[in-house]
């Protein structure tokens, strides 16, 4: 993992050392190059004590011999001292005075780190050697050493941030008047009554705050499958503007913030002769708006992905959940999508998905059906320096029953995208995204007629 690159870079010195080797009479006189370079062959030839014992020489000499350190470090991690060895890499990354050093430590680092059992760190410090690799081969060597440790670790955790202004971070109408709920009304006085919107049931501008950490841990693999154990957690924060709180006083962001955990048990296999993958699903979960509990959730999902050629790709999946309603209505949910990729001849990838929904309820007003449909098309060509996808999405749902309208309600809503990955940009492995969206839903019902126009800013793995 790095050694050729460490051993390339390893430099002589000008005084000398002596040494005495066992079984032999005479002095041996070597400089500190000389002995760095016997110390180096002694690790690739399968002799760690000996290739310690050099290092150790050099050390007496300068406590602070980086490349002394780094051999250490090597020695102790392939004799098994695992301790010592993060030790002596610790001491060899304090050493470190340039990035090609800071590259070669945190290259041993990583070494020791996966050899103690610890992956998931070493897959950090590989992060780290990319963000300080010298040159190409190094940040590849870097990558290619994260990849095989990240495809082993029977642990692999994602932790994602994003800061979105948003200009209806409630959902709420864009109209300013609706009507009441008609059963009442047209008792009262023959025919709906219309009535001003205030507060909170009008879109409110603000910032919307995103944390998410999704990890699994892999207990049980074979060639062909795989049963992993899964835990999610979301944070949604939101703060509103001076407009937002003129338009709804009393009203704060915390009165819609969000947070859900979810934990569950997964099992994917490979079939179709390695050409498809399928996976199975079961979670349980909780969540939480403004502060309140929420719900409780049954999740269960399979999922089938299939390779038709290397330029296509299609796949379809299957959910069902169950909410217990604590502050929401219980219900029952069926969905279903188809999606395909496509790359073409110019270069460009095109995807599409297909959905659709049911949802059942003892609260007749939330039952609804729903159809999705979502086209993206990423550019071949950079556009400012990025990658770009953009997006369309339709939406339909309806409602056969609400308390404002005798013929039900219909949501139909309309949603564009724009996304830049800054590949360019890169920090310890990770590129900021930019995405520009906008949203337009129209409704027989105006409280629920809304627009959005948003702007989010994100990072993610760059491998």
Not at 87 to 109: F, I, N, P, R
Not at 274 to 288: F, N, Q, V
Not at 377 to 390: D, E, K, S, Y
Not at 445 to 452: F, G, R, T, V, W
């Amino acid at each position: 993992m790095g050694w050729g690159a460490l051993r390339r870079g390893l430099s002589g010195a000008a005084l000398g050392l002596a040494i005495w080797t066992s079984g032999v009479a005479a002095e041996v006189v070597l400089t500190p190059g000389q002995l760095t370079h016997a110390a180096v062959l002694a690790l690739d030839s399968g002799d760690p004590a000996r290739a310690l014992a050099y290092a150790d020489a050099l050390l007496t000499r300068n406590p602070e011999d980086f490349n002394a350190l780094l051999v250490r470090a090597r020695a102790l991690r392939d004799l098994g001292r695992n301790t010592e060895a993060r030790t002596a890499a610790w001491a060899a990354l304090d050493a470190a005075e340039t990035d090609s050093d800071k590259y070669a430590g945190s290259m041993v680092m990583a070494q020791v780190q996966s050899s103690s059992g610890r992956k998931t760190l070493a897959q950090y410090w590989l992060r780290r050697a990319v963000e300080m690799a010298p040159n190409q081969s190094g940040e590849a060597r870097a990558i290619r050493d994260f990849k095989y440790l990240r495809a082993t670790n029977p642990w692999s955790t994602r932790i994602t941030f994003s800061i979105t202004p948003d200009s209806n971070i409630n959902d709420g109408s864009s109209r300013e008047t609706s009507f009441l709920n008609y059963e009442q009304t047209e008792l009262l006085f023959g025919e709906q009554v219309e009535y001003q919107l205030t507060g909170a049931a009008l879109a409110l501008p603000g910032v919307e705050y995103t944390l998410g950490l999704d990890t699994r841990y892999r207990f049980s693999q074979t060639a062909t499958g795989a049963h992993d154990l899964f835990f999610k957690g979301d944070l949604r924060h939101y703060t509103l503007t001076e407009e937002a709180r003129r338009t709804a006083p009393g009203v704060s962001g915390d009165d819609f913030a969000f947070a859900s955990v979810f934990g569950g048990y997964g099992y994917r296999w490979l079939n179709q002769r390695g050409r498809g993958e399928t996976a199975l699903r079961l979670d349980l979960g909780h969540s939480w708006y403004g502060g309140s509990d929420y719900a409780r959730y049954l999740r269960g999902a399979v999922h089938h992905a299939y390779i038709v050629d290397p330029r296509n790709r299609l796949g379809a999946s299957l959910k069902g959940e169950r909410q217990w309603g604590i502050n929401a209505a219980d219900m029952d949910t069926a969905r279903m999508s188809l999606w395909g990729g496509h790359r073409l001849n110019s270069g460009h990838s095109v995807f599409w998905s297909l959905a659709g929904a049911e949802a059942v309820s003892p609260v007749p007003s939330e039952e609804f059906t729903e159809l999705r449909l979502r086209a993206s098309i990423v550019l071949p060509q950079p556009v400012f320096g990025a990658t770009a996808q953009f997006g369309l999405g339709l939406r339909t749902r309806e409602y056969d029953v609400s308390p404002h309208s005798r013929d039900g309600r219909r949501d139909d809503e309309i949603r564009g995208d724009l996304t830049l990955i800054f590949k360019q940009v890169d920090y310890h492995g990770f590129n900021p995204t930019l995405t520009i969206f906008g949203s337009q839903k129209e409704s027989n019902i105006a409280l629920y007629e809304s627009n959005k126009l948003g702007i989010n800013f994100g990072i993610q793995s760059a491998f």
